[in-house]
C-alpha cells in the first residue's frame, strides 16, 4: 500500500513537470513505469514510446523488450523492430540493452 501510494503522489509530480514541459523525454519515461505499474499498460505504451521516439535510451530499450518478446498488449510482436530499438539504446551505452543484445547473441 505505501508503494502504490507513493507511485501515485509520484505520478501527480510527473504530471505537473509534464505541463510545463511536455517533451521532457526522461519524465515521460518515467510516467510509462508509474502506468506500468499501475497496470496501464496502453498508457505506458505511449509514453515509452514517444520518449523513445525523442531518443530517450531507457525508454528505447522498454519499447525494444517489449516488441521483441511481444509482450505489450494490443501491439503485435516484431523481433526485427524490437532489436531495432534496443540497438539505439545500446548506441547510448545503455547498460541493460548492451546485456540483453550480449545474452541474446545479438
Known sequence: ALRRNRLHGAAREVDEVLLISP???????????????HGRHDDAWADYLRAAEMGNAWSQYRVGLRLH???????ARNEAKGLAWIRRAAAQHHDKAIQYLKATGR
Open 23 to 37: 517533451d521532457d523525454e526522461s519524465m515521460l519515461g518515467y510516467r510509462g513505469w508509474i502506468a506500468e505499474h
Open 69 to 75: 518478446k511481444g509482450t505489450q498488449p494490443n501491439v
